[in-house]
C-alpha cells in the first residue's frame, strides 16, 4: 500500500503544486466529485475483472488438471502472495500513477483474458509429451497466478494516488472508499462468473470478454479523467497499447470456436461425436461408428471405452450378484452398462439407477452407439431412473431395501467423489442393505493408486461390512482416469480395483445359477483377489466427510 496523505487542517487550503506533478491536483474535465465517483466505478469494474480471472484460473486448472482443492489452493495462495508484491512495486510509480494504472490494466486485460487459452493450449498439445513437458500445465498455472496477482496487486496503489490527488482526504476514508467499491465489485464478478460467464460463454470466451472489459474500463478511466496527466508519449504508448490488446482480444474471440475445436482433437483423436457441457462436467462422446471403440469422457477422463469395458463391468457387477439379488441399487452408472450386466441375471425384479448427470442419462437412451452398447438397458421396465446426488438419495432409503448396491461411481481421489467414498456414505448404503445383502464398490486402480485403494477398503470396513477385495486386469492405457489429467497419460497396462463387501465374509465367485460372464471366470476372480492382497497397506484410517484422506 501507498503511504497516505497528512489530512488537511480544517479550513486550510490544498497545497500549490504544479499541475500534473507528483502530488499535485489533478486538471479534470469534470467536478472533483464527479471524478471521485467515476474512479470509484471504475474500481468497481477492474474489481470484478479481478475475480473472474481468479474463478477462471480455478476452474480451468480443477478441469485440466483435477483435483479442485490442490488447485484451487496454489492458485488462490499464489495469487495473493503477489498481489502484495504487486502493491510494493506500485510505490515506485507513484510519481506517473495515471500512466502507470493505464499500463496495469493494459497488461492485466491481456494476460487475465488469454489465460483460459494459453492453459488449455499447453495441456492439449503438450499434455502426453511425457518428461518435463508433464508439468506444463502447473507451471504456466502459478506462472498466471502470479502475474495476475502481480497486476491486481499493483492497482490499488495507484488508484489510492489518483482518488487522493483529486481531492485530499484522510487515509481512512480514502481506503474505506476504494475498499468498499472493490469487495462490491469482487461480489459481482464471483456470482457473474458460474452464473453469466460461465453457462453462456463458457470458459475461453467468457475470459477474452472480461479481458475486454477491464481494456476498456482501464482505458476510459484513464484517457477520460487523467488525460492532462499524461504526456504526449505516454498518450501515444497507451492507445497504442490498448489498441493492441483490444485486437488480441477480438482475434481470439473470432478463432475460439476453431481452437477448441482443434484442442479437443488433440486431446481426444479427430472422431469426436458429441461434445457438451452440462451443468455437472464435460461430457464428450468419440467414436462408436464404422467399426471405431466409442469412448466416453467425463470432464476428460476416460470413463467406458468400448475396447474393454466389458472387462469392467462384469467385474463390478457379476461377482456381487451371487445370493439374492431381487432388488438392485446402481450408485451411478449413468452410461447404462452396470444395468446391462444386472438385468443378464433373469431373477431380477426391480433395479434403481441412480445418477446425477442427467445428460449422461438421455445419450444412454438416444445415441445410437451408446445405447447400443449397453443393449437399450435404461429402456427395460424393471428399470427405474432418477436424477440425483448419490448421497442425498441414499439419506432417504428405507433400511433394508436392496440385497445388492452396486457402487460404480468415478475415482475417490476425484475431489467431488470423495464424499462417495467416506464413512458416512458406506454407512448408508450398509442401512440399505437386506440380510444378506452385498455392496460392490469400484475403489480405482490398484497398480498406480495402492494407498488410495486400500483406504477405500479399510474405510467399508470402518461402516461395519466385512469385505473381499480384488481386481481386473485390461483397462485402456493412455487417458486419465483419476484424479490427475496431467500425469496419466503413459502407456503402461492399468488396472481396476473392486471391494465386495456385506455383513458377513463375502465369498468372491461367480453365481453358479447365473449367465455365464464373456470375460470374467472363476479363475480370474481367485488371481485378482490373491495379487491384490500382496499390495495390502495396513494401519490405514478411514475416510469421512470431515477428514477426507484421498
Given at each position: 500500500?501507498?503511504?497516505?496523505?497528512?489530512?488537511?487542517?480544517?479550513?486550510?487550503?490544498?497545497?500549490?503544486?504544479?499541475?500534473?506533478?507528483?502530488?499535485g491536483?489533478?486538471?479534470?474535465?469534470?467536478?472533483?466529485?464527479?471524478?471521485?465517483?467515476?474512479?470509484?466505478?471504475g474500481?468497481?469494474?477492474?474489481?470484478?475483472?479481478?475475480?473472474?480471472?481468479?474463478?477462471?484460473?480455478?476452474?480451468l486448472?480443477?478441469?485440466?488438471?483435477g483435483?479442485?482443492?490442490?488447485?484451487?489452493?496454489?492458485?488462490?495462495?499464489?495469487?495473493?502472495?503477489?498481489?502484495?508484491?504487486?502493491?510494493?512495486?506500485?510505490?515506485?510509480?507513484?510519481?506517473?500513477?495515471?500512466?502507470?494504472?493505464?499500463?496495469?490494466?493494459?497488461?492485466l486485460?491481456?494476460?487475465?483474458?488469454?489465460?483460459a487459452?494459453?492453459?488449455y493450449?499447453?495441456?492439449?498439445?503438450?499434455?502426453?509429451?511425457?518428461?518435463?513437458?508433464?508439468?506444463?500445465?502447473?507451471?504456466?498455472?502459478?506462472?498466471?497466478?502470479?502475474?495476475?496477482?502481480?497486476?491486481?496487486?499493483a492497482?490499488?496503489?495507484?488508484?489510492?494516488?489518483?482518488?487522493?490527488?483529486?481531492?485530499?482526504?484522510?487515509?481512512?476514508?480514502?481506503?474505506?472508499?476504494?475498499?468498499?467499491?472493490?469487495?462490491?465489485?469482487?461480489?459481482?464478478?464471483?456470482?457473474?462468473?458460474?452464473?453469466?460467464?460461465?453457462?453462456?460463454?463458457g470458459?475461453?470466451?467468457g475470459?477474452?470478454?472480461t479481458?475486454?472489459?477491464?481494456?476498456?474500463?482501464g482505458?476510459?478511466?484513464?484517457?477520460?479523467?487523467?488525460?492532462?496527466?499524461?504526456?504526449?508519449?505516454?498518450?501515444?504508448?497507451?492507445?497504442?497499447?490498448?489498441?493492441?490488446?483490444?485486437?488480441?482480444?477480438?482475434?481470439?474471440?473470432?478463432?475460439?470456436?476453431?481452437?477448441?475445436?482443434?484442442?479437443?482433437?488433440?486431446?481426444?483423436?479427430?472422431?469426436?461425436?458429441?461434445?457438451?457441457?452440462?451443468?455437472?462436467?464435460?461430457?464428450?462422446?468419440?467414436?462408436?461408428?464404422?467399426?471405431?471403440?466409442?469412448?466416453?469422457?467425463?470432464?476428460?477422463?476416460?470413463?467406458?471405452?468400448?475396447?474393454?469395458?466389458?472387462?469392467?463391468?462384469?467385474?463390478?457387477?457379476?461377482?456381487?450378484?451371487?445370493?439374492?439379488?431381487?432388488?438392485?441399487?446402481?450408485?451411478?452408472?449413468?452410461?447404462?452398462?452396470?444395468?446391462?450386466?444386472?438385468?443378464?441375471?433373469?431373477?431380477?425384479?426391480?433395479?434403481?439407477?441412480?445418477?446425477?448427470?442427467?445428460?449422461?442419462?438421455r445419450?444412454?437412451?438416444?445415441?445410437p452407439?451408446?445405447?447400443?452398447?449397453?443393449?437399450?438397458?435404461?429402456?427395460?421396465?424393471r428399470?427405474?431412473?432418477?436424477?440425483?446426488?448419490?448421497?442425498?438419495?441414499?439419506?432417504?432409503?428405507?433400511?433394508?431395501?436392496?440385497?445388492?448396491?452396486?457402487?460404480?461411481?468415478?475415482?475417490?481421489?476425484?475431489?467431488?467423489?470423495?464424499?462417495?467414498?467416506?464413512?458416512?456414505?458406506?454407512?448408508?448404503?450398509?442401512?440399505?442393505?437386506?440380510?444378506?445383502?452385498?455392496?460392490?464398490?469400484?475403489?480405482?486402480p490398484?497398480?498406480?493408486?495402492?494407498?488410495?485403494?486400500?483406504?477405500?477398503?479399510?474405510?467399508?470396513?470402518?461402516?461395519?461390512?466385512?469385505?473381499?477385495?480384488?481386481?481386473?486386469?485390461g483397462?485402456?492405457?493412455g487417458?486419465a482416469?483419476?484424479?490427475?489429467?496431467?500425469?496419466?497419460?503413459?502407456?503402461?497396462?492399468?488396472?481396476?480395483?473392486?471391494?465386495?463387501?456385506?455383513r458377513?465374509?463375502?465369498?468372491?465367485?461367480?453365481?453358479?445359477?447365473?449367465?455365464?460372464?464373456?470375460?470374467?471366470?472363476?479363475?480370474?476372480?481367485?488371481?485378482g483377489?490373491?495379487?491384490?492382497?500382496?499390495?495390502?497397506?495396513?494401519?490405514?484410517?478411514?475416510?469421512?466427510?470431515?477428514?477426507?484422506?484421498?
Amino acid at each position: 500500500m501507498i503511504e497516505p496523505h497528512a489530512p488537511a487542517p480544517p479550513g486550510s487550503r490544498p497545497p500549490r503544486s504544479a499541475p500534473g506533478g507528483p502530488g499535485g491536483p489533478i486538471r479534470l474535465p469534470v467536478r472533483p466529485g464527479t471524478g471521485r465517483l467515476l474512479v470509484l466505478a471504475g474500481v468497481f469494474v477492474c474489481a470484478a475483472c479481478g475475480l473472474v480471472y481468479e474463478l477462471e484460473l480455478v476452474a480451468l486448472a480443477s478441469y485440466l488438471m483435477g483435483d479442485s482443492v490442490t488447485q484451487a489452493s496454489v492458485v488462490l495462495s499464489v495469487m495473493v502472495f503477489a498481489m502484495g508484491i504487486g502493491s510494493l512495486a506500485a510505490k515506485r510509480l507513484r510519481g506517473l500513477a495515471a500512466a502507470g494504472f493505464g499500463a496495469v490494466e493494459a497488461t492485466l486485460a491481456l494476460v487475465g483474458g488469454c489465460s483460459a487459452m494459453a492453459l488449455y493450449a499447453v495441456f492439449a498439445w503438450t499434455g502426453d509429451w511425457g518428461g518435463m513437458w508433464a508439468s506444463g500445465p502447473r507451471c504456466l498455472l502459478v506462472a498466471f497466478s502470479l502475474a495476475t496477482g502481480l497486476l491486481i496487486g499493483a492497482e490499488v496503489p495507484l488508484l489510492m494516488e489518483l482518488i487522493q490527488r483529486i481531492r485530499r482526504q484522510d487515509a481512512g476514508g480514502a481506503v474505506a472508499d476504494l475498499s468498499a467499491a472493490d469487495y462490491v465489485g469482487a461480489l459481482v464478478g464471483g456470482l457473474a462468473f458460474p452464473f453469466l460467464l460461465l453457462p453462456f460463454l463458457g470458459q475461453l470466451t467468457g475470459a477474452l470478454l472480461t479481458g475486454a472489459v477491464n481494456a476498456v474500463v482501464g482505458g476510459a478511466l484513464v484517457f477520460g479523467l487523467f488525460r492532462r496527466d499524461l504526456t504526449r508519449r505516454a498518450r501515444r504508448l497507451l492507445v497504442a497499447g490498448n489498441a493492441l490488446v483490444l485486437a488480441v482480444l477480438a482475434s481470439a474471440a473470432v478463432l475460439v470456436d476453431d481452437f477448441e475445436r482443434a484442442a479437443r482433437n488433440a486431446v481426444y483423436g479427430t472422431d469426436v461425436r458429441v461434445a457438451l457441457r452440462t451443468g455437472v462436467q464435460e461430457v464428450v462422446l468419440a467414436g462408436g461408428t464404422e467399426g471405431r471403440p466409442l469412448g466416453l469422457f467425463l470432464d476428460g477422463r476416460l470413463r467406458v471405452s468400448g475396447r474393454d469395458e466389458l472387462r469392467y463391468h462384469e467385474a463390478l457387477v457379476h461377482p456381487a450378484m451371487t445370493g439374492p439379488h431381487a432388488r438392485v441399487l446402481i450408485l451411478g452408472g449413468g452410461d447404462g452398462l452396470a444395468a446391462r450386466e444386472v438385468l443378464r441375471h433373469p431373477t431380477v425384479h426391480r433395479v434403481d439407477v441412480v445418477e446425477l448427470d442427467e445428460e449422461v442419462l438421455r445419450l444412454a437412451r438416444t445415441d445410437p452407439a451408446l445405447s447400443a452398447l449397453n443393449q437399450h438397458a435404461l429402456g427395460d421396465p424393471r428399470v427405474h431412473v432418477t436424477t440425483r446426488d448419490a448421497f442425498g438419495w441414499l439419506r432417504g432409503v428405507p433400511p433394508m431395501t436392496y440385497d445388492v448396491v452396486v457402487s460404480d461411481l468415478p475415482d475417490p481421489g476425484i475431489t467431488a467423489s470423495t464424499k462417495l467414498y467416506s464413512q458416512e456414505f458406506y454407512g448408508l448404503a450398509r442401512r440399505a442393505l437386506a440380510p444378506g445383502g452385498r455392496l460392490v464398490v469400484h475403489a480405482g486402480p490398484v497398480a498406480s493408486s495402492p494407498r488410495a485403494y486400500w483406504t477405500v477398503e479399510a474405510t467399508v470396513r470402518a461402516a461395519g461390512l466385512r469385505t473381499a477385495p480384488y481386481r481386473t486386469g485390461g483397462r485402456h492405457a493412455g487417458f486419465a482416469v483419476g484424479p490427475d489429467r496431467t500425469a496419466d497419460r503413459s502407456r503402461a497396462p492399468r488396472d481396476w480395483g473392486f471391494v465386495l463387501a456385506a455383513r458377513t465374509a463375502p465369498r468372491l465367485r461367480l453365481d453358479p445359477a447365473g449367465p455365464r460372464p464373456y470375460v470374467l471366470t472363476d479363475a480370474l476372480l481367485a488371481a485378482g483377489e490373491q495379487e491384490v492382497r500382496r499390495t495390502r497397506i495396513a494401519g490405514l484410517p478411514a475416510s469421512t466427510l470431515v477428514h477426507p484422506r484421498y
